[in-house]
Structures are given as structure tokens and as C-alpha cells.
């Protein structure tokens, strides 16, 4: 989707009034003098710099709450209290500032132990940030504190004292001196600004500008691409900013551009709408974040100024609200198959505190950076997003937003007022599916269920790990089915976010096939390292339904398994086959694994039979026609099948598969339905219905309905289904062949669907990247082609079938090729 620019990428910043206006409400933020003091207060209203400098504090503090009403009073009280042990706990010695926070290394290089004390840099800032908040912020009991004021300043003196200055050596980790450390070094300078000596801005853009050099934006590779380098743009922003250097900030402005146009491979944002970093891996919702922050804010800092960033290249990202953060987004909560290492976080442990990180805080960041963002669009983006974001927040019933659990003070600012704005009206989840294949990633979304599927490839990791976290996600990346019902309410939407990754058995995520060959933890390497060789994953989307496939290899293990799903309005039709493997380990396909919480004991039922409550439990059902767990949906086994159902209590903790996370233990409940394929099966299959939030009465209604469904194919070679009452025919051709009335010559994923006014649409997609030609035959009388893609070369309606001859479909990028027909 495209929109018109605006003429000024600040419509409601003039140039007039942002010289004035953002230096008098950056100072009263700053200390919460009366408007007289701060007009008096700031440095000078011609001064461009002194400008920015308020409107960072601004974007930095928040503005237009009352710092007396909840939840802010609450936040602030918390703040103060935080800040005063910091301040309390301080005791600045060599290699230190605190303590527990030992940046001194003995012996620096760039090992694990290095990374271990460069961190301790990055923290050691982070305490003495929150500091100065609190000196700055009214209500924290610590406002304009004295005593505060001076441990700042004393922890400025000391960090370059002892690490951070003109003369140091980097060690350990890149990051902590390029972006961690600096981004909160100049957040405290420009917080403190007024309270700085000439020597102690010197020190701190000196330091900057030995760790943070200028050639470090000169090329856009290695760790300057995507979310990374516009964190380094931050920094040579206010770097500038901080003491007046424009050539600092104008290549702060330039060096932005590169992360706009579209890229073909590695990291960045594609045409489809994938987000990758770490050349592997798709992270919309964690890298992704922290682009959309970034551009956000530097959006909205430089707007109106001499630096406004202007590159008619932030239209391709502003369109990417839209077309690749929206439709990972549901119900406040960002999905975890595109956050890589962060699902592994959770509940993150500091000294006084426990944070939860989970879907519904990723989301909730990401929608008040939208809402940021926004203020740079047009009238009408802006309008559209202030109104999906009202709705991702207004359904969230699992996380409340206005708890102020998941947001900082400032975006929690801008996310209460748009909430109590009466003119915004919610918008509903936009619906549709939506095939992202150069992240190897799906999401579908109907009136009745969201859901998405993970998958893996040559150029898509199986899942990440590095720095200690995530180490069990191994089979993420193996058709992870996630999905959550509509209305689901607090149950469905905590149902990955609920003490779900420590405690879920990772040889058992949904929808996956794998083996039970032990893995170790980390398995395969780091960083995206452990890749499978194939290139068959992707799917074919007329927009509303889909077919998808993977040509599914197991981590470490001679697994292979042929998996398609065939997305409708109410159903997901989930087939595998050629099931074959060598490990002397048993292979299972998860049909699903539902999380109960820490007391659950929702309802199993089996062909109208209920099942004991009772955890532990198992049962293997011979020829299962159809299964249902009150609550969550429905499960059909078309023709039967052997059906493992177990209930289980699971406890495990953070720290079991992130270094950094809580040692205290998790419990939760779940129940799990699997097909058991044995031990080194060979060429095993199965087929069955997912139908999320569906009735016990409908699931068996729908069992008991053998004319719904038509499996046409279910084979190592075809895969492909036919719904007659949905005019929905969906299939994989592995190889060449022949399934129901569709024929292909080379290796596709075809999706038709009939349509009530009698039109008709054919869809292809060449999930290799490889087809250099192809023909289609579809058995079925057409009029006339309406309309067709440029890769169709002839199109032909005689007789009684249809003909399509496409040429080169490599260069698509395995994106869908849609041709529109008027049937007979």
C-alpha cells in the first residue's frame, strides 16, 4: 500500500514552532518548573540545537499525563524508589560503580567472560539513566533531589574515569560500546544538560566519538544494517545535538537512508513484508521493534528541524505498518515466530525487581511505536493506525495496557490519550492471509481464529541462540502451528505468553514434526548457524485462503517429512506424509499442545467420550474420528486415526533456556494430542482438522460430515485437498502430477477458489525460486481469463479446461501469481 507524502514530514512541527514550542515544553518536563521558569530556563529560543535538545526530553519523559493519576503515580513512586537505591548502593571503586556490576576486566578480549564485563558498562549506565529520570520527573519523590543530582554527576565522573573516554579500548561485546553504552550516556547528558560543566561535555563527546567514529555508518554491512544501524544514527544524532555539531547530525540523517529500499537477500525489509536480521532469521517482532522505535523517534526528533529526515525511501517503511508488523500483530500481542531469541526471556530478573517479557509487551511496544510514527505519516495513515491500534489494545484482555506493566511512562503517555479520545474508533483485526516467503513465515486471520506458521530453509534458520539464550527452540522453525481463537479473552490470549517456554516440552511445539533424538542445548550453533538444506517452503494465497508447504529436515537428525496446511474461514487442514526416519528415536507429529496455566483442567473429549481430568495421564485411541478441549477448538481425523492424547505438569524455569532469565521454578498444565509415528518410521502420514474455538457439537458435526472434505492427495509426491461447499481446492506438487482437476508440469503450490458470482481465481506460487517454465491444466469449463500476472505467458479456455502457461517464475521470490477467471 501506497500514500501520498506529505509536504512536510512534520505537518504540525513549523519550523517557527518548533524553535520555540519544543524548548519550553522539553524544560518543563525536564525538572516541572511553572512555564515562567522554563521560558527562563531554557538556553536559547534561536537556538536550533537547545531545540532538539527539549524535544528529546519530551519524546524522552513523556508529556500531557498527570503525574498524580494512575497508573503514572504508581510508575513514578516505583522510579523514585529505584533511583534511591541505585543512588543508596553507589560506591564507586576501581572497575566498578556498583558492586554487582564489575566492568573491569582482567584479561580484555572479545571472549564470553570479556562479553560478561562489557556488559556490566552498559548496565552500569542504565542504572545511573534511571537516575537522572528520577531527578527529572515530577512525582518520584526524588524530583530536583540534591543528593541525586550529585551521584549523576559522580557516576558521569567515574564511568570515564575508569572506562568510557577518548583513550579506552573496547572489549567484550561490540554493542555495549557502540549502542548501549552511548545511547544511555547522551539520554543522561541531555537530561542533565543544564546541570553539565564544558569538561564533562567534552569527556562525554569525546568518548562517543572514539567509540562511535563516523566510518562506523560509512558502508551499510556487517553490524550497520537494519535495526542496528539506526541505533547508531541515535547516536549521532544527539551526539550532535548534545554540543551543537550539525555535520554529526546531518550524517546522522543520511546514514538512515540505506535501511529504506527494499532488499533481495540478507537483512532488511523485503517487498513481501519479511523483516530479517542476522541474515537468518525473521524478526519482525524483536530487531523489528527496535527499527520501528528508532525510526520513530528520529522521526519525530528531526521532523521540522534543519534535519529532517526527508528520503522519499520512508514511504517503503512507513508502508511496513501495514504490510509487515500488522499482520503479526493480534489482539495487543506481537507473535513469537518473528522474535527469535527474546521468546526466551520472559521473566527477566534485575536486583529489585521482575520483568515479565512476553508477546502482549513486544506488542505493546510496537503498537505505541506505530502510534509514534503516525505523527510523521499522512492524515490517513495516521488515522488508520490510530484506530488499529486502539483496537489491538481495547481487545487485549489478557494484558491490560493502561496497567502500565508493558510501557514506559512516555509511550504509555501517548497510548492512554489515544484511548481516551472518543473521536478514534477501534478498527477490527485486518483480515486476510498473508504469505511472508522470504522469511519462511505465514499469518491467516478470518472472523473466527488468527494463526501462523513458522518454517525453515536454506535461507531461514531453524531457530536462533547466541549470548546463552533460547537454547531449546530448536524446533520453532519446523511447522510451529500457533494460533488463538476469536474471542478467546484472558485463557486464549496467554496461551504462549503464560509461563509458555519454560515449561512446554520443546520436542512437542504445535503443528511440528520432529524426532525425539536428544538435542544439546544450543544445538547446531548460534546465530542463526543451523539451517536445513532445502528450499521447498512457501505457499500460494489468493489473500483470503491458502495452501502452504515445508519440505520439512530435522535439526541434527535424518528426519524429512512432506507438511501442507490449507488455510479456510473457520478451519485449518493440516496433512503430512513420506514421515521417514533414521535416528533409532521415535518421531511424533504434534496435532496440538495446549497451555492449560498453572491450574487448568479443561475438558478432553474424544468421539463425544470425556476423558480423565487427571495430570498425569495418556491414552492411545486406535481410530480417533474427532477430539475437543473445551475452551480452545476442535480436532477431525478424517477416515480415523491412531490418536495419542497425554495431559501433563510441566515445571521449568527462565534460566533453563536463557542464561540471563529467573531461576524460580514455572509449573503449568498441558494437553497434547499427537500422532505417534514410532521409531524410525518409514514414509508415515497423517491427516486432520484444526477448527480453533469450534463447539463440541460443531466439531462433531463436522466429523460426521464425510462430504466436506475431499483429500485428493496425501503423498511424498502430491499433497491436496478439496472443500466443495467453500469452492476451495488447494494443492503441493512435490513433483509433477496430477491432483482431483489440477495438473502441473513442474514443482508448484496451486491454490483455486470458486466464488458465488461465478468468477473464479487460480493461484501459483514456485516455493524453489527455480521453475523456469510451467503449465497448469485445471478440468473445469471457463469463459474467459479476466485478468492474469506477467509471468503468464498463455492462457487458454477451451473445451473444458483451463491452460495456463507461465514462463520464468524464479524471479518472483515464491510470491503468489494470481490469475482471475469467469467460469462457464
Known amino acids: 500500500m501506497t500514500s501520498q507524502t506529505p509536504s512536510s514530514p512534520f505537518p504540525h512541527w513549523s519550523r517557527r514552532g518548533f524553535l520555540g514550542t519544543a524548548a519550553v515544553a522539553g524544560a518543563v518536563l525536564a525538572v516541572g518548573l511553572p ?49 534511591k537505591a541505585w543512588r543508596d548502593a ?17 584479561d580484555p578480549d572479545t571472549d564470553t567472560e570479556s562479553y560478561g564485563y562489557s556488559e556490566k558498562i552498559q548496565t552500569s549506565y542504565e542504572r545511573v539513566r534511571l537516575m537522572a529520570e528520577a531527578f527529572c520527573r515530577p512525582g518520584t519523590g526524588l524530583t530536583g533531589d540534591e543528593s541525586l543530582k550529585t551521584a549523576v554527576l559522580t557516576a558521569m565522573d567515574h564511568l570515564s574515569a575508569q572506562v568510557y573516554n577518548k583513550s579506552a ?22 537530561l542533565m544538560y543544564e546541570h553539565l560543566s564544558a569538561a564533562r561535555l567534552t569527556a562525554a563527546v569525546e568518548a562517543i566519538d572514539h567509540f562511535v567514529p563516523d566510518s562506523l555508518v560509512a558502508k551499510y554491512t556487517g553490524t550497520s544494517t537494519g535495526a542496528n544501524r539506526i541505533d547508531l544514527c541515535r547516536v549521532l544524532a544527539l551526539r550532535g545535538i548534545l554540543d551543537g555539531t550539525a555535520a554529526k547530525v546531518a550524517l546522522a540523517r543520511d546514514a538512515v537512508s540505506p535501511v529504506f529500499p527494499y532488499v533481495t537477500s540478507g537483512d532488511g525489509l523485503y517487498a513481501d513484508g519479511s ?11 524483536s530487531y523489528g521493534a527496535v527499527l520501528i522505535d528508532g525510526l520513530s523517534k528520529l522521526f519525530a526528533l528531526l521532523g521540522g528541524s534543519t534535519w529532517a529526515i526527508t528520503d522519499s ?53 510496537i503498537i505505541a511505536s506505530i502510534l509514534l510514527l503516525g505523527q510523521g505519516a499522512s492524515a490517513d495513515e495516521n488515522a488508520r493506525w490510530q484506530a488499529l491500534a486502539k483496537g489491538w489494545y481495547t481487545r487485549d484482555r489478557y494484558s491490560d495496557v493502561t496497567t502500565g506493566r508493558t510501557l514506559g511512562v512516555a509511550a504509555l503517555s501517548r497510548v492512554t490519550s489515544l484511548l481516551g479520545d472518543p473521536a478514534v474508533k477501534p478498527a477490527a483485526e485486518p483480515a486476510g492471509h498473508h504469505v511472508f ?22 535461507a531461514i534458520t531453524f531457530y536462533e541462540t547466541g549470548n546463552g539464550e533460547n537454547v531449546r527452540g530448536w524446533h520453532t522453525g519446523s511447522g510451529m502451528l500457533c494460533w488463538w481463537a476469536g474471542g478467546s479473552g484472558t485463557a486464549g490470549g496467554g496461551q504462549y505468553s503464560d509461563g509458555y517456554w519454560p515449561t512446554v516440552d520443546p520436542y512437542r511445539l504445535p503443528g511440528t514434526t520432529v524426532s525425539r533424538k536428544p538435542l544439546a542445548d544450543a544445538e547446531g550453533g548460534a546465530w542463526g548457524a543451523a539451517r536445513p538444506d532445502t528450499t521447498w517452503v512457501g505457499g500460494a494465497t489468493d489473500g483470503t485462503y491458502a495452501a502452504l508447504a515445508q519440505d520439512v529436515r530435522g535439526l541434527s537428525s535424518t528426519l524429512r517429512a512432506k507438511k501442507s496446511w490449507f488455510f479456510l474461514d473457520d478451519a485449518v487442514v493440516c496433512l503430512g506424509a513420506g514421515i521417514t526416519s533414521a535416528d533409532g528415536a521415535g518421531v511424533e507429529s504434534v496435532l496440538d499442545t495446549r497451555n492449560l496455566g498453572a491450574a487448568g483442567t479443561a475438558r478432553l473429549t474424544v468421539d463425544g467420550r470425556a476423558q480423565p481430568p487427571r495430570h498425569p495421564w495418556n491414552a492411545t485411541f486406535p481410530r480417533a474420528r ?54 524410525d518410521p518409514a514414509d508415515a502420514s497423517y491427516a486432520y482438522l484444526l477448527m480453533p474455538g469450534a463447539s463440541e457439537p460443531r ?43 489440477v495438473t502441473v508440469d513442474a514443482p508448484l503450490i496451486v491454490q483455486i477458489r470458486e466464488k458465488r458470482d461465478g468468477t473464479a481465481t487460480v493461484t501459483v506460487a514456485d516455493p524453489n525460486r527455480s521453475v523456469k517454465g510451467a503449465t497448469l491444466v485445471w478440468r473445469r469449463p471457463v469463459r474467459s481469463v479476466t485478468s492474469k500476472p506477467g509471468p503468464v505467458t498463455e492462457a487458454t479456455t477451451t473445451g473444458r479446461e483451463l491452460r495456463l502457461t507461465f514462463a520464468d517464475l524464479s524471479a518472483t521470490g515464491g510470491v503468489s501469481q494470481k490469475v482471475t477467471v469467469r467460469l462457464r
Request: overall charge neutral; some cysteine.
Open 626 to 679: 474427532w477430539a475437543h478441549v473445551a475452551g480452545h477448538g476442535g480436532y477431525v481425523f478424517p477416515g480415523g486415526t491412531s490418536l495419542t492424547a497425554l495431559r501433563e505438569e510441566r515445571t521449568g524455569t527462565w534460566k533453563s533456556i536463557n542464561g540471563g532469565g529467573s531461576a524460580d521454578p514455572v509449573t503449568r498444565r498441558y494437553v497434547s494430542l499427537l500422532a505417534d509415528h514410532g521409531t
Open 90 to 106: 553507589m560506591a564507586p571503586a576501581d572497575g566498578s560503580l556498583w558492586p554487582d556490576a564489575v566492568f573491569g576486566d582482567p
Open 35 to 83: 512555564r515562567q521558569q522554563a521560558v527562563a530556563a531554557a538556553d536559547d529560543e534561536g537556538d536550533e540545537f537547545a531545540a532538539l535538545r527539549a524535544k528529546w526530553r519530551a519524546l524522552y519523559l513523556g508529556e500531557g499525563f498527570s503525574p498524580t493519576a494512575e497508573p503514572f503515580r504508581s510508575k513514578l513512586a516505583t522510579l523514585g524508589t529505584q533511583a
Open 169 to 190: 579500548a573496547q572489549y567484550g561485546n561490540w554493542y555495549n560500546f557502540q549502542i548501549g553504552a552511548p545511547q544511555r550516556l547522551l539520554d543522561i547528558a541531555i
Open 437 to 458: 516467503p522470504s522469511m519462511a513465515r505465514a499469518t491467516h486471520r478470518s472472523a473466527g481464529f488468527t494463526a501462523s506458521v513458522s518454517m525453515s530453509s536454506k
Open 275 to 285: 523483516l530479517i536480521q542476522h541474515t537468518y532469521v525473521p524478526y519482525t517482532g
Open 313 to 365: 525511501g520512508r514511504q517503503i517503511f512507513l508502508d511496513s505498518v501495514e504490510s509487515a508488523y500488522a499482520p503479526f500483530l493480534h489482539d495487543g500481542l506481537m507473535i513469537d515466530n518473528v522474535s527469535g531469541r527474546a521468546i526466551s526471556r520472559g521473566l527477566v530478573a534485575t536486583d529489585t525487581l521482575k520483568i515479565q517479557q512476553d508477546d502482549h509487551a513486544r506488542g505493546h511496544a
Open 699 to 741: 466439531t462433531a458435526a463436522r466429523a460426521l460430515d464425510r462430504n466436506w472434505l475431499h483429500i485428493d492427495a496425501n503423498s511424498g509426491a502430491c499433497q491436496g485437498v478439496r472443500v466443495p461447499s467453500l469452492g476451495f481446492t488447494g494443492a503441493t506438487f512435490w513433483e509433477p502430477g496430477t491432483v482431483g482437476l
